[in-house]
């Protein structure tokens, strides 16, 4: 990522937006998690011209192939983790386990 997003202790969660957001299963190899970013990024492509094209049936195809991508690289569906621990994206960290360290994270940051 370009930007800096504060990651979760555990890395299984970035925030950004004032959300948890899953990150992509880390045990993916290099080459397939790239194959599966290109395929979510050309789906984006294809979300933002069916928009402007005014094309209901191309944005529902696009957005299938969003959320496609997005089950192969592990941010949605099933967690890919195996410790029984919830999937508390979409949450802001402050109401959520890492409520302790959200607030440890910002205090480092008003400094």
């Known amino acids: 990522m370009s930007r800096h997003y504060p990651r979760t202790p555990d890395g299984r969660y970035f925030v950004a937006r004032q959300r948890l957001w899953r990150c992509t299963d880390p045990r993916l190899d290099e080459t ?3 194959d599966r970013v290109r395929e979510l990024m050309r789906a984006r492509r294809a979300v933002k011209a069916a928009l402007g094209a005014d094309d209901d049936a191309a944005l529902a195809e696009a957005r299938a ?3 496609a991508a997005k089950l192969a690289l592990g941010e ?3 967690v890919w983790w195996d410790d029984g621990a919830p999937d508390e994206a ?3 960290p402050a109401n959520s386990s890492y409520a302790a360290w959200w607030r440890a994270h910002e205090d480092v940051d008003a400094r």
């Open 65 to 67: 192939a969003v959320q």
């Open 90 to 92: 979409g949450r802001h």
């Open 76 to 78: 949605r569906g099933p």
């Open 32 to 34: 397939t998690r790239r």
